[in-house]
């Protein structure tokens, strides 16, 4: 166990042994409260504490809101529930008393009962006592608020120390007598009210507290089995010695219990996958009568500050919820308290809380999410908005600087997971894995093309939680909650990416990343991130290139460089990029340089971006025929009966991964489908709302018509439609499809195959060669893994909302121009002044391309330099720096002139 864990266990029996636990009817012979004890000095108490801890004595819960007496009476002592043998309350279960230190754990009843009490005296602090005592205690906590059929499964609880029910009691605890000398005088009747308590109750062992309080880490923190035992320490081969020989204590304690390991009956193997034994409505009704009470939402909050210590501490170091699955109930119960998001409990109780959520097993929280996915939309809302302002409150309060990352801050990286949890809560059941999958493709891939491994070993990953559930929340098209919530913007603001890129890709085992939680980051934030990917990747390759000269004797180009001829950009780019995919793909994931023939521009970046344009108008040209356009949509679509082959559409996909990958944005129109379908799913039924609308609406007419479907509409499992030259071609969706008529029956059938006809398997060969290009370059980059199908869209075609008063704020000026020159002034009310389409012309001429970047043209940073006085020369601009050189013109009407005739015209790269 580590050091700090030891000193807190040490403190908690010095506690004990000094102060006591508050119980008056505690039985603990270590503990200052127990009847008999003998006090001891601070020196003697911080030595038996030591003692203590090398045996693993047990520990009393902590009970904050409990008094702490000077004398316990007899009466005091007795053994606390009481019931019938069906597990049900009797009338005499808890006898009305003002302390009600018998009370070991909470019922709905119970809770009424002791509020009833309280509010005909008008004195409420026994109620706030119970709650303090039992919400700070784990065991209590699981116990409370179970459900009719598991209200009492433990007679242990009922009866603790009955010897007909324990033979084995005197081997496994030689020293009951002597702590318990009363037990007979306090139970006489023991036989009399549960005749078959043996029957009943078959895990005996579970069923007694009392002898767990002295030894409570014999059945439930420790495997039974040598075979467990073995396996529980192999995990902790590190721990410190003083640890082994706790280790080694507990096993010889448990070894007594082997021949009760038939007995325990598991509460999962009586649950479902689902199912918990608390009864969450009951929960609900009990907070919502009590949280009007100020002083009783002060006794939750106290309670959860002390709890969550104990948790973290059985979650860390215990293997809890493997021995009793119920522990799952304690975060049950607290996540049903609507005052969570509180200015105290975001401050006080819910950083340690989550952290304690952080800490459950991959199973608790499978089952959690299971669970959550049946609450209703307000309430997972609410529990997401909890986790998101205790996430906000951190960061706003905190100021992280080099030395003190916002991924150390353990509160913000606990709520993040958390919310991760709310977030598969929404797509549970929605987004299976491999669910509208693409099959594999049979082409060669990329690692095989290389003859290599992937040499990026912490590239995409699969989430372990996604993979227990079956999800994948990035595949989730309308979630109930959209993802724009689940993003944090505060965060995004603290949050230095190249630290974050660092963790992720290279010390993600010691160091957590937000990349992990790539829902928390707004697509700017992760387009950076894919930014220092792609530029690692073409210094690798520079370096990489380097290494073969020296070693091979000869040159070789650090770089991608294409020579193109500005009449013939296709031929000239699918030549020399067919040449490269063929001899080393590796080559396409270098900087890329382009030079059209006979013009003196030298690309840094601005000649790529007119070259990624020019190929991408040729290739959309309708003349052509690979693509189809929709003048309703304003969208391209693979064309089924293309002639074309499939080196051009591969081609494409090339020219979009190059476009990610060297930071430009492409003038691209396609349906969300495609960007869906690069992401490895097959499109859908939903999919040809956008991309096939009048298909969409017929068939959404079938599916809502309500009267005969196969009299009425005629339609059978056969399909026609026309070819390049205009002839009918048919297709049959299903084997004799033609016979087989269309019917309220299997109306859903026929949409789904016709919608995967047109989606997929009509234009599979053409994406299919699509989608290689595209891998080609981008196969080894965080993408898939980090964006959303509709923020690949924005990664490659930027916005299209022009917010041009956000390029004002953040345009740079040079060359003797500022912000307040009147050429300056002028300039900005003529660009204001302009309708869309010059504004785009504007942002094209000076940029490269009429697309905001990722978010937003606020992100974009734009000079105007001075070019000289007044002239008739036009304004020129480099496009790779997102330069505007501008002469000071005399008037306001030559200054919009000019540049109208300079945007309107312009192609082509010269040197002024």
């Given at each position: 166990?580590?050091?700090?864990a030891?000193?807190h266990?040490?403190e908690r029996y010095f506690g004990?042994?000094?102060?006591?636990?508050?119980?008056?009817a505690?039985?603990?012979?270590?503990?200052?409260s127990?009847?008999?004890?003998?006090p001891?000095d601070?020196?003697?108490?911080?030595?038996?504490?030591?003692e203590?801890y090398k045996?693993?004595t047990k520990l009393?819960?902590?009970?904050?809101?409990?008094?702490?007496?000077?004398n316990n009476s007899?009466?005091?002592?007795?053994p606390a529930?009481l019931?019938?043998?069906?597990g049900?309350?009797t009338d005499?279960?808890?006898?009305?008393r003002?302390d009600?230190?018998?009370?070991r754990y909470?019922?709905e009843?119970?809770v009424y009962?002791?509020?009833?009490?309280?509010?005909?005296k008008k004195?409420?602090?026994?109620?706030i006592r119970?709650i303090?005592?039992?919400?700070?205690?784990?065991?209590?906590?699981?116990q409370?608020?179970?459900?009719d059929?598991?209200?009492h499964p433990?007679?242990?609880?009922?009866?603790?120390?009955?010897e007909e029910?324990?033979?084995?009691t005197?081997?496994?605890?030689?020293?009951?007598?002597?702590?318990?000398?009363?037990t007979?005088?306090q139970?006489?009747n023991?036989e009399e009210?549960?005749?078959?308590t043996?029957?009943?109750?078959?895990n005996?062992?579970?069923q007694?507290?009392?002898t767990?309080e002295q030894?409570p880490?014999?059945?439930?923190?420790?495997?039974n089995t040598?075979?467990q035992?073995k396996?529980?320490?192999?995990?902790?081969?590190?721990?410190?010695?003083d640890?082994k020989e706790?280790t080694?204590?507990?096993?010889?304690?448990?070894e007594a219990?082997?021949?009760?390991?038939?007995?325990?009956?598991s509460t999962?193997?009586r649950?479902g996958?689902?199912e918990?034994?608390v009864?969450i409505?009951?929960?609900?009704?009990?907070?919502n009568?009590?949280l009007s009470?100020?002083?009783?939402?002060?006794a939750?909050l106290?309670?959860?500050?002390?709890?969550?210590p104990?948790?973290?501490?059985d979650?860390?170091?215990?293997?809890?919820?493997?021995?009793n699955?119920?522990?799952?109930?304690?975060?049950i119960?607290?996540m049903?308290?609507?005052?969570?998001?509180?200015?105290?409990?975001?401050?006080m109780a819910?950083p340690l809380?989550?952290?304690?959520?952080?800490?459950?097993?991959l199973?608790?929280?499978?089952k959690?999410?299971?669970?959550?996915?049946?609450?209703?939309?307000e309430?997972?809302?609410?529990?997401?908005?909890?986790?998101?302002q205790l996430?906000?409150?951190?960061?706003?309060?905190?100021?992280?600087v080099s030395?003190?990352?916002v991924n150390?801050d353990?509160?913000?990286v606990a709520a993040?997971?958390?919310?991760?949890?709310?977030?598969?809560?929404?797509?549970?059941g929605?987004?299976?894995?491999n669910?509208?999958e693409e099959?594999?493709?049979?082409?060669?891939?990329?690692?095989?093309?290389l003859?290599?491994e992937?040499?990026?070993?912490?590239?995409?990953?699969?989430?372990?939680?996604?993979?227990?559930l079956?999800?994948r929340?990035?595949?989730?098209?309308r979630?109930?909650?959209?993802?724009?919530?689940?993003?944090?913007?505060?965060?995004n603001?603290v949050?230095?990416?190249d630290?974050d890129?660092t963790f992720?890709?290279?010390?993600?085992?010691?160091?957590?990343?937000f990349?992990?939680?790539?829902?928390?980051?707004n697509?700017?934030?992760k387009s950076?991130?894919?930014?220092?990917?792609?530029?690692i990747?073409?210094y690798?390759?520079?370096r990489?290139t380097?290494?073969?000269?020296?070693v091979?004797?000869?040159q070789?180009?650090p770089?991608?460089r294409?020579?193109v001829r500005?009449d013939?950009i296709?031929?000239d780019?699918?030549?020399?990029?067919?040449?490269?995919?063929?001899?080393?793909?590796a080559d396409?994931?270098?900087?890329l340089?382009?030079?059209?023939e006979?013009e003196?521009?030298?690309d840094?970046?601005?000649?790529s971006?007119?070259?990624?344009?020019l190929?991408?108008e040729e290739?959309?040209n309708?003349d052509?025929?690979?693509?189809?356009y929709d003048?309703s949509?304003?969208l391209?679509?693979?064309?089924?009966p293309?002639?074309e082959n499939?080196a051009?559409?591969t081609l494409?996909?090339?020219?979009?991964g190059?476009?990610i990958?060297?930071n430009c944005?492409?003038d691209?129109h396609?349906?969300?489908?495609?960007?869906?379908?690069?992401?490895?799913?097959?499109?859908?039924?939903?999919?040809?709302?956008?991309?096939h609308?009048?298909?969409?609406?017929?068939?959404?007419?079938?599916?809502?018509y309500?009267?005969?479907v196969?009299?009425?509409?005629?339609i059978?499992?056969q399909?026609?439609q026309?070819?390049?030259?205009?002839?009918?071609?048919?297709?049959?969706l299903k084997?004799?499809?033609?016979k087989?008529?269309v019917?309220?029956?299997?109306?859903?059938?026929f949409?789904?195959?016709?919608?995967?006809y047109?989606?997929?398997?009509?234009v599979?060969?053409?994406?299919?060669?699509?989608?290689?290009?595209?891998?080609?370059v981008t196969n080894?980059?965080p993408?898939?893994?980090?964006?959303r199908?509709?923020e690949?869209e924005?990664?490659?075609?930027?916005?299209?909302?022009l917010?041009?008063?956000?390029l004002?704020?953040?345009t740079?000026?040079?060359?003797?121009?500022n912000?307040?020159?009147r050429?300056?002034?002028?300039?900005?009310?003529?660009v204001h002044?302009?309708?869309e389409e010059?504004?785009?012309?504007?942002l094209?001429?000076?940029?490269g391309?009429d697309?905001?970047?990722?978010?937003?043209?606020g992100k974009?940073?734009m000079?105007?330099?001075k070019?000289?006085?007044?002239t008739?020369?036009l304004?020129?601009?480099h496009t790779?720096f997102?330069?505007?050189?501008?002469?000071?013109?005399d008037?306001k009407?030559?200054?919009k002139?000019?540049?109208?005739?300079?945007?309107?015209?312009?192609?082509?790269?010269?040197?002024?």
């Open positions: 166990m580590k050091r700090a030891a000193k266990l040490i004990q042994l000094t102060k006591g636990c508050g119980n008056g505690c039985t603990n012979e270590f503990c200052a127990c009847l008999g004890f003998q001891l601070h020196n003697a108490a911080a030595i038996r504490a030591l203590l045996i693993n009393c819960d902590l009970h904050p809101s409990a008094a702490f007496p000077d007899a009466e005091d002592t007795q529930l019931g019938d043998c069906h049900k309350m005499n279960l808890f006898p009305p003002e009600f230190r018998e009370v909470l019922t009843e119970k009962e002791i509020l009833s009490i309280c509010e005909g004195d409420y602090s026994p109620l119970v303090g005592r039992i919400f700070s205690s784990a065991d209590g906590l699981v409370s608020f179970r459900k059929e598991e209200q433990n007679t242990e609880e009922q009866h603790p120390n009955t029910q324990h033979p084995n005197e081997e496994q605890h030689p020293n009951t007598e002597e702590q318990h000398p009363n007979e005088e139970h006489p023991t009210q549960h005749p078959n043996e029957e009943q109750h078959p005996t062992e579970e007694h507290p009392n767990e030894h880490n014999t059945e439930e923190q420790h495997p040598k075979e035992r396996t529980h320490q192999a995990k902790d081969e590190d721990k410190d010695e640890d706790r080694t204590a507990m096993e010889q304690e448990s219990s082997v021949s009760m390991e038939g007995a325990t009956g999962e193997n649950l996958p689902v918990v034994s009864d409505e009951a929960v609900r009704r009990v907070y009568r009590l009470n100020e002083k009783m939402e002060s939750f106290n309670a959860l500050v002390y709890l969550t104990n948790v973290e501490l979650l860390t170091y215990l293997d809890v919820y493997d021995t699955p119920d522990y799952l109930n304690i975060f119960i607290v049903e308290n609507s005052s969570l998001h509180s200015p105290e409990y975001l401050e819910m809380f989550c952290k304690c959520m952080s800490k459950l097993p199973p608790a929280l499978a959690l999410t299971r669970l959550w996915s049946r609450y209703s939309v309430h997972i809302r609410r529990m997401m908005e909890t986790f998101q996430i906000t409150y951190t960061v706003i309060s905190n100021e992280y030395e003190s990352l150390d353990e509160g913000v993040t997971k958390c919310l991760k949890v709310c977030l598969s809560v929404l797509f549970h929605s987004c299976k894995f669910q509208e099959p594999p493709s049979s082409e060669l891939t990329l690692q095989e093309l003859g290599e992937r040499r990026n070993k912490n590239g995409p990953r699969v989430d372990p939680l996604e993979k227990e079956g999800v929340t990035l595949d989730c098209r979630p109930l909650i959209p993802f724009e919530e689940f993003v944090n913007e505060p965060l603001d949050l230095e990416m630290k890129f992720f890709k290279v010390d993600s085992e010691s160091k957590f990343s990349q992990s939680c790539p829902f928390i980051l697509a700017c934030t950076l991130g894919l930014y220092y990917d792609n530029r990747s073409m690798s390759e520079r990489i380097a290494l073969y000269s020296l091979q004797g000869q070789l180009n770089y991608l294409l020579k500005r013939h296709i031929d780019a699918l030549v020399r990029l067919e040449m490269i995919a063929m001899e080393n793909p396409l994931r270098k900087q340089f382009v030079e059209f006979g003196q521009g030298v840094e970046g601005g000649v971006k007119e070259f990624f344009q190929v991408l290739m959309f309708p052509i025929g690979m693509f189809t003048e949509t304003k391209f679509w693979f064309n089924p293309s002639l499939e051009q559409f494409i996909g090339i020219v979009l190059l476009a990958y060297n944005i492409l691209v396609f349906p969300m489908v495609v960007y869906r379908k690069l992401m490895g799913k097959k499109g859908t039924y939903l999919d040809l709302a956008d991309s609308p009048v298909q969409y609406q017929s068939l959404k007419e079938l599916l809502d309500e009267g005969d196969e009299e009425d509409m005629m059978t499992f399909i026609s026309t070819d390049l030259f205009g002839d009918p071609i048919t297709y049959d084997e004799n499809g033609d087989i008529p019917n309220a029956d299997n109306r859903k059938e949409v789904s195959l016709y919608s995967d047109l989606l997929n398997k009509s599979e060969r053409q994406f299919k060669a699509f989608r290689r290009g595209f891998q080609m080894e980059s993408l898939k893994c980090l964006f199908p509709e690949v924005l990664l490659i075609c930027g916005s299209r909302n917010d041009f008063h956000a004002e704020e953040t740079e000026y040079d060359g003797g121009y912000k307040d020159c050429i300056i002034k002028d300039f900005w009310e003529t002044s302009f309708g010059d504004k785009r012309l504007f094209q001429f000076t940029t391309t697309r905001a970047p990722v978010g937003g043209l974009l940073k000079i105007i330099a070019n000289g006085p007044d008739d020369r304004p020129t601009s790779c997102n330069a505007l050189l501008l002469p000071e013109y008037t009407e030559k200054l002139e000019r540049l109208l005739k300079a945007v309107t015209y312009a192609k082509g790269f010269g040197m002024l």
